[in-house]
């Protein structure tokens, strides 16, 4: 057995007795010493007092010859150190020592000097522990006074004479330890005997038995009865083992019963479960026909996504090349001041109507990753008033261009950051802006902001911070019946279809955002006396000062706005280095577009050279450095991301040039592969003057800070 129970009773016995002898050795020992202490101090006390009675006497009579074999007897007693009588004056008078004649006692022993003067002078006894003659000692000292004292002339009349007795306290303590040391020996001794006698007992009167009766039980399983052993004791060992024969009787019983009625049910499941299989290979067999057919439909419709997606992001591709041609030229031409007003007009409905099919290109795209479900929220930190006033710094130049005002309350009281997706909640507040401009011809529009529900049916019961949006104007209005389908995609109102703008979609693509992010979107409208639509959007407070720098590839939609805006501000970017100065390369295989982006580039007063490939950029650059490359995505031989990847992590370790990529590809996949592959800007097909002036002063700003 690994834990006998004798040993744990041993064990534990014996530590008891050892704890508890060894706690009342600790305790003799302590108040032995008290005791022996005790005993020394009264011993000196007493010697003290006997000197003190003797010593007035036997000077008087002048038999200090008596007095100093007194003290010579005291000093033979055992523990006896020092014995002194000390005149008023301090002056030793009689000690067991007599070579130390008439001397100042306390130049004797210096420690004892405080004390000495203290009894002489207060006539209190003063009992202390110190070392004398190189040994812990007790000294007691008690003061007395005689009239012999004046008699002889002694100068300190108001101090006492001193009788003092020094007991050494190292044979006092080395004989309470010889004692604890006896009582420990014979501890020992008589704690061993008390085991050996628990062992023999527990042996005989409750080990044996114990295992007769485990030997018994262990032949009735053999047997399946239990023959108990006649020997054994009736007691509670005797009481223990009828009471295990009458509990294993009755286990034996009920195993019986319940073994008898597990027979029974294993039966029945049987059964049962012949009866299941079959029903389950059948439904398995239904199960597996309908899972390959979802299967198929599954795939068949992720094909059929696919093919959609890609199909329109080809289509996109191929309708911006063209429309960069068109655009690209007519910005050049609307540029050149030899241009009639007629001309100048009709560019500028050429323009127009191409902006027109470019927004619902990418309103379609937009539209396409919705319905895909692959639209994510991209949520990153921000402040709500930087993103208000970027809100209106676009669209402040339509404001000023239909002589309309722009009014803007905020009534939030946020005065740290939020986390929400920040260009989503742009595009929103750009498109109700954008139509309420557009469909306002006198007044104001309105742009209101509160943390609180104003006038909203939000049914919302969410912890979160909600923020609500108004955007009011006093245009046309809307019609009653179209109220319900505004939101529709593609769908135009009345007052919509008279204007010959938009596409159908921003307004249903305001709700998908809106809705994305945890929000909705309503409208009223009174026909002739303007719309106001209001949205919300749930947010998350955020603390600190800290704003997450996003992606700012702005979406196609807002590029108009964004280009008036520039025209206004292009002259608050410092130019650090000349156009001249700039060493250009653009790569493009479109014999169009390189001529349309030459063109722009000589506008801005630019110089370049073109390379047709990926292939034919690497080759230029062994012959010559450049500052900027301006790459197309999709070219032959080798695309944009693979040339950008060789000149960034293979080739050219020493001037690595900026590139900045140009493509017809605006989707966000596309534009993270490109900052992915090392490039340092994006600008979307079709080309803007604007946009390339400003990626060319970035540009420039960042060489010249490195």
Known sequence: ???????????????????????????????????????????????????????????????????????????????????????????????QDQSQGKSSYASLYPELATYLDKAAITGIEVVVETKIKDKMAIVHILPFSSSLFTKTGQNNIDRRGLAITAIDLQQVQQEAWRT?????????????????????????????????????????????????????????????????VTAIGQLNEFEKSKNEELRKINTQLEQLSESLELKVIDRTAELTMTNMELQQAKEVAQEASKAKSLFLANMSHELRTPLNAILGFTQLILDDNKVTEDIAEQLQIINRSGEHLLALINSVLVMSKIDSGSQILNTNDFRLDGLIKTVSEIIEFKIRKKNLSLVIENNTNIPNLIRTDELKLRQILINLLNNAVKFTSVGQVILRISDNVQNLNSSNNSQNQYLYFEVEDTGLGIEEQDLENIFQPFFQSESGRQAYEGTGLGLSISRQFANLMDGDISVSSIVGEGSVFRFYIAVELVEGDSVEPISDITNDNQLESLSDTAKSKQQQLPEQQLPEQLRLLIAEDSIVNQKIILKMLDSCGYKADVANNGVEVLEKLEISDYDVILMDIQMPKMDGLEAAKHIYHELFPFHKPLIIAVTANILAENQEACFAAGMYDYISKPVRIDSLRQALQRASLHLASN
């Open 180 to 244: 604890f040391l006896t009582s420990t020996i014979t501890m020992i001794v008589g704690t061993l005997a008390i085991l050996f006698l628990m062992v023999l007992l527990i042996q005989i009167y409750a080990l044996r038995p114990l295992k007769k009766l485990n030997n018994a039980i262990a032949q009735s399983k053999t047997t399946g009865n239990i023959a108990l052993p006649k020997s054994l004791p009736s007691n509670e060992i005797g009481y223990l083992a009828n009471t295990l």
């Open 1 to 95: 057995m690994k834990k006998s129970l004798s040993r744990q009773l041993l064990i534990g016995f014996g530590v008891s007795l050892v704890v508890v002898g060894i706690s009342t050795l600790w305790i003799n020992y302590r108040l032995l010493q008290n005791d022996l202490e005790q005993q020394v101090q009264r011993r000196a006390q007493s010697i003290a007092r006997s000197l003190e009675f003797a010593t007035e006497g036997l000077i008087e009579y002048g038999n200090e010859s008596i007095l100093q074999r007194m003290v010579q007897n005291y000093a033979t007693l055992p523990t006896v150190l020092e014995i002194a009588i000390v005149d008023p004056d301090g002056k030793t008078m009689v000690t």
